[in-house]
Nanobody, 123 residues
Framework: QVTLVESGGGLVQAGGSLRLSCAAS????????MGWFRQAPGKERESVAA????????FYSDSVKGRFTISRDNAENTVDLQMTNLKPEDTAVYYC????????????????WGQGTQVTVSL
């Protein structure tokens, strides 16, 4: 059983930056694809970024491409999301996710979720 805990959320002005971190415990994540999803009020949960188990492949949604960077450290069992040039439309609860043997971009296939961390971007 893998437990994921996010940190680093908060309130930031538009144009600012935040770094989200996800720490895994209860089992290693080195064989899991890892992803970050977000859910805004009244909207469905959406994939934002994902990274393969080795870190060799990454995915970004069109809405964050060029602004967000996902990275992982398998030795430390952590996954980070560096967010720059934040916009008000990035406001959401951000979730860390793990999928064994997949690509961690489809919420229906995720094996483990974190509890979420709030990101609020003001004008």
């Amino acid at each position: 059983q893998v437990t994921l805990v996010e940190s680093g959320g908060g309130l930031v002005q538009a144009g600012g930056s935040l770094r989200l971190s996800c720490a895994a415990s209860g089992g290693g994540i080195s064989t899991y694809a890892m992803g970050w999803f977000r859910q805004a009020p009244g909207k469905e949960r959406e994939s934002v970024a994902a990274i393969s188990w080795s870190g060799a492949s990454t995915f970004y949604s069109d809405s964050v491409k060029g602004r967000f960077t996902i990275s992982r450290d398998n030795a430390e069992n952590t996954v980070d999301l560096q967010m720059t040039n934040l916009k008000p439309e990035d406001t959401a609860v951000y979730y860390c996710a793990a999928e064994d043997g997949g690509v961690a971009t489809s919420s229906a296939l995720i094996d483990y979720w974190g509890q979420g961390t709030q990101v609020t971007v003001s004008l």
